[in-house]
């Protein structure tokens, strides 16, 4: 479904990714790990044109995304949950989910989907005028996977869901991303928190200083003795 | 389709007519003589700046300090047609229109190169090209450079009462409209705007146009209504008096806008006997609402009929 050739990304003189490559089957949950640093979210603001690519390419569902601005990457089918939530703090809880839903047009349908975000997210429902800045840290969460998912995604990046979660809340929210997966969309998963991270995904990736440096499926990594050591603390 | 009967929006039409035939009846009784009219058209044309600007810094997050240049593109076209070509009422449309054109394109050019920078290099930016715009009127052969026009009368306060009521209904039906929520949305956070697919670049020149075409309708208002216009009216101290509205008011609040035009606007007609003390006094009142209400008189909060019958409703239903 996603293919990333050789992708290069520059800040500047700072080169933040070295020829990645990867591939993200359609229906797969798929991992990506590694320390502070390594480049996992700018491949993933890479992969949703939220910054230039120096050198690679990215193909999405047949089609070239080189040429693709960020709009046109959503409307292809690939939305973002960005680090840090960035939900809109001063506009309602339902405001934030219409502007997920910003390039669709059809009415009937943004409507229904706000349905199954709020039967997905009780407690948006309940808070559904409350501004959105008001919402405690699990809740911003839920509100920007629900935002997420008004763009109706076939692909969807979720970065570092768990940032800043209680243990008890990274539970639900990844039993919440596994279920979202189930019922038909594909994940790519920026995580720290490897431990989670490699108990659901079907396949992971390990990044260091801008490189993939470890693949395979996440039981595979779960029981390596790198992993183990690096990541998993012993 | 929309209701546009509905009861708010007839609420908001009762008060804007009867506010209008308010002030007529005081004017026509001679309870608001002459020199309050020119307040009254002060706060007018005040309004139309601080809202303007609002729509630039409190709903987009843009913030300009170039306003006054986009003022005087107004205030000139309006007074070159003015002394040009037609007097009276035509030549103030005409002039506001030309004005509107005019100032679209500026800031259009202007807003492609430097929407990109954020915050005070953005406020950097756009001061200094109000003060290019000022000092290209200042040796123009038609705008008679330093010295000014001196125009004829040709805006009433009728005029200024009804543009105001129009570029109000511009900016605020464009504030809750899909764009304005996705005006907002930049000012909020421009990343997560972009990931939603918002094309952010375009937002902030929408609003920064917009902005810029109202203020030179004020700019229009001004001529027609003043007599002189200078180039020296309009330094960059012009874009701070606006600033301090939207500041004031609270940023990303009309209703805010309003209210702090109309009571800086009394607090300087109250002042104008002590004039030694006036900016020490004004300059404290700032202080002090910036101590205690530092986002503003309303923060981002608007006044709303809905809100209101709600209260009210809620009573009704308490008390039976």
Known sequence: MLQVKDLSVHYGMIQALRQVSLEVNEGEIVALIGANGAG??????????????????????????????????????????????????DMSVAENLLMGAYLRKDKKGIEEDMQKVYERFPRLNERKKQLAGTLSGGEQQMLAMGRALMAKPKLLLLDEPSMGLSPLLVKEIFSIITEINKQGTTVLLVEQNARMALQIADRAYVMETGKIVLSGTGEELAASDEIKKAYLGG | ??????????????????????????????????????????????????????????????????????????????????????????????????????????????????????????????????????????NMEVTNGAAGLILPKAVSWHMVYWAMVICTLVIVNFGISAHGRACISVREDEIAAEAMGINTTQYKILAFVIGAMIASVAGALYAGAFYVIKPEMFT???????????????????????????????????????SSVRMIVYGLALVVIMVFRPSGLLGRKEFSFDALLKKFDKKKGAAS
């Open chain 1, 40 to 89: 996992k979210t700018t491949l993933l603001h890479a992969i949703s044109g939220l910054v230039k690519k120096s050198e690679g390419e990215i193909i999405f569902l047949e089609n070239s995304l080189n040429k693709a601005t960020a709009r046109s990457i959503v409307s292809s089918g690939i939305t973002q949950v960005p680090e840090g939530r960035r939900i809109f703090p």
């Open chain 2, 1 to 138: 389709m929309k209701n546009w009967f509905k009861r708010t929006n007839l609420l908001w039409l009762a008060l804007i007519v009867s506010t209008y035939v308010i002030l007529n009846v005081l004017i026509s009784t001679g309870i608001i003589n002459n020199v309050y009219q020119t307040v009254l058209l002060t706060i007018g044309i005040n309004i139309i700046l601080a809202i303007s600007l609002n729509l630039i810094i409190g709903i987009t997050g843009q913030f300009s300090l170039g306003h006054a240049g986009f003022m005087i593109i107004g205030a000139y076209s309006c007074g070159v047609v003015l002394k040009l070509v037609a007097g009276g009422t035509i030549g103030v449309l005409l002039g506001m229109l030309i004005g509107m054109a005019i100032s679209a394109a500026v800031a259009l050019v202007v807003a492609i190169p430097t929407l990109r920078l954020r915050g005070d290099y953005l406020a950097i930016a756009t001061l200094g090209f109000g003060e290019i715009i000022r000092i290209v009127v200042l």
């Open chain 2, 236 to 274: 960059y101290s012009k874009s701070i008096d606006i600033l301090v509205l939207v500041v004031f008011g609270g940023m990303g609040s009309i209703t805010g806008s309003f209210i702090s035009t109309v009571l800086v606007s009394l607090l300087n007609t109250a002042l104008q006997q002590f």
